[in-house]
């Protein structure tokens, strides 16, 4: 049943897969199913470390019992540019709508970034979420504010004065610095710690583990960030060049 719903057999046999250590392209190959299900199936209801077969498919099962409730609400499928299939983008997007919560990003504000990361221009207004997402402006508004907490999105008016929120080449950029910049922030409360409770004690020489350990990274970070920033200002026309430091031959 390549098209159809998936069973609970066959969720039993996606945690059996997924305990075994096998990649999301085997299980869908023995259970003659597309990738992006299994990978959906699996991100939406636990992720690889925490999903349970029975628990995903009472899940499927309220969805779909919610999902009948508000039909008449759906909106039809937009019409997709570059002759897209709009069935796949709409999967894709709830893929990776569940691949930005299970990174820590709470629910809503992963839909407005999942919306504003697939669109073509990088850039929509609050009435084009409100009608993607189903949801109400205040919910919006609330997200972007989040996403701008964490520079992940950047606000601009177009010609018409409209405010539009744009994910734009640079934004992955600056939250990798602002990320960075937080683990300095840690690494420097962590060694005032030392001072306090006593470098030759226990809980000062973790302290300083800890800053040491956070202090590289925080620093490896943004070192990377800055060397492989044109990496973000590459269009589809520009010949793809190798990574900086990649040895390759």
């Not at 392209?25 to 990978?39: G, H, V």
């Amino acid at each position: 049943m390549p098209g159809g719903r998936l069973t609970q057999q066959e969720r039993q046999q996606i945690a059996l897969g997924l305990a075994d250590g096998l990649a999301y392209a085997e299980i869908a190959r023995r259970l003659d199913r597309p990738t992006s299900t299994i990978t959906r199936e699996v991100m939406r209801n636990g992720g690889p470390t925490s999903y349970r077969a029975d628990l995903a498919h009472r899940a499927t099962e309220r969805r779909a019992h919610r999902s009948r409730q508000s039909a008449p609400r759906s909106p039809e499928a937009r019409p997709q540019a570059h002759g897209r299939d709009p069935e796949a983008v709409r999967e894709y997007e709830e893929v990776l709508t569940t691949v930005f919560m299970q990174s820590g990003m709470p629910k809503m504000m992963s839909g407005v970034m999942a919306c504003l990361c697939i669109s073509d221009s990088g850039s929509l207004t609050a009435a084009d979420l409100v009608q993607r997402l189903q949801v109400s402006p205040a919910t919006v508004s609330k997200a972007i504010a989040f996403l701008e907490s964490q520079n992940l999105v950047r606000r601009e008016r177009d010609e018409g004065r409209r405010e539009r929120y744009t994910v734009d080449a640079d934004v992955w950029y600056q939250s990798m610095m602002a990320s960075a910049r937080a683990t300095a922030q840690i690494v420097e409360t962590a060694r005032q710690g030392v001072g306090v409770l006593g470098a030759s004690t226990p809980a000062g020489t973790r302290l300083e583990n800890i800053a040491r350990f956070l202090d590289y990274v925080s620093e490896s970070t943004a070192r990377a960030a800055e060397q492989a920033r044109a990496i973000l200002h590459t269009t589809s026309e520009t010949p793809r060049e190798a990574a900086p430091d990649d040895t390759s031959a």
